[in-house]
């Protein structure tokens, strides 16, 4: 009967050369997976379902503060503040817009989830890259922009606002953030 088993009496495995597994490495971190692609939408091409689109802004987030804001001193809310983020091209964090435009609608109480269209705003406002740029601020997520949004004659009827982010892609197509909700006294 052979002895006990001891890390010196078990078998080895044989040992690929260093040069060759580094070799290996880099192969596999350089190709990437098998059966995995992507696509860069920075670089022209376009993803399945994805349109191409000159600004680079493949997604918009919106961060909305929960409660509107008195800004003139008058009795009532007269505006929002809120953050804006957008994935360009290929970046992993959220960068700066640095062409086309942002639009962010304001609508009067919730928006139902049923409808195709969205309704008409009750107030907009549009910014260019240009002009996002003085509103550029850096957090730890990435590039983001910082606005206080002033809504002016608009007066909520409803107990809440809703807000969306869009971006123009063309063809009277939009690319949208999620809604975000805002609690006002009417």
Request: charged share 15%; proline share 10%.
């Given at each position: 009967?052979?002895?006990?088993?001891?890390?010196?009496?078990?078998?080895?495995a044989p040992r690929l050369p260093v040069l060759t597994a580094l070799v290996a490495l880099v192969?596999?971190?350089?190709?990437?997976?098998?059966?995995?692609?992507?696509?860069?939408?920075?670089?022209?091409?376009?993803?399945?379902?994805?349109?191409?689109?000159?600004?680079?802004?493949?997604?918009?987030?919106?961060?909305?503060?929960?409660?509107?804001?008195?800004?003139?001193?008058?009795?009532?809310?007269?505006?929002?503040?809120?953050?804006?983020?957008?994935?360009?091209?290929?970046?992993?964090?959220?960068?700066?817009?640095?062409?086309?435009?942002?639009?962010?609608?304001?609508?009067?109480?919730?928006?139902?989830?049923?409808?195709?269209?969205?309704?008409?705003?009750?107030?907009?406002?549009?910014?260019?890259?240009?002009?996002?740029?003085?509103?550029?601020?850096?957090?730890?997520?990435?590039?983001?922009?910082?606005?206080?949004?002033?809504?002016?004659?608009?007066?909520?009827?409803?107990?809440?606002?809703?807000?969306?982010?869009?971006?123009?892609?063309?063809?009277g197509r939009y690319l949208y953030s999620t809604p975000g909700v805002i609690a006002c006294a009417?």
């Amino acid at each position: 009967m052979p002895g006990p088993l001891t890390p010196r009496s078990l078998p080895r495995a044989p040992r690929l050369p260093v040069l060759t597994a580094l070799v290996a490495l880099v192969a596999i971190v350089a190709l990437g997976p098998a059966g995995c692609s992507t696509t860069g939408a920075g670089s022209g091409s376009t993803g399945a379902g994805q349109a191409r689109r000159p600004s680079g802004i493949q997604e918009l987030h919106l961060l909305t503060m929960p409660v509107a804001l008195n800004l003139d001193g008058s009795p009532g809310p007269d505006g929002v503040a809120v953050k804006l983020f957008a994935n360009v091209g290929n970046a992993t964090k959220p960068a700066p817009i640095r062409s086309g435009e942002i639009e962010i609608l304001l609508f009067d109480g919730l928006l139902s989830g049923g409808s195709a269209a969205l309704p008409q705003p009750s107030h907009a406002w549009r910014f260019t890259a240009a002009e996002l740029k003085g509103f550029e601020t850096q957090a730890m997520v990435g590039t983001g922009y910082q606005l206080t949004l002033r809504w002016g004659a608009f007066r909520p009827k409803n107990d809440r606002v809703t807000l969306i982010a869009r971006h123009p892609v063309g063809e009277g197509r939009y690319l949208y953030s999620t809604p975000g909700v805002i609690a006002c006294a009417p």
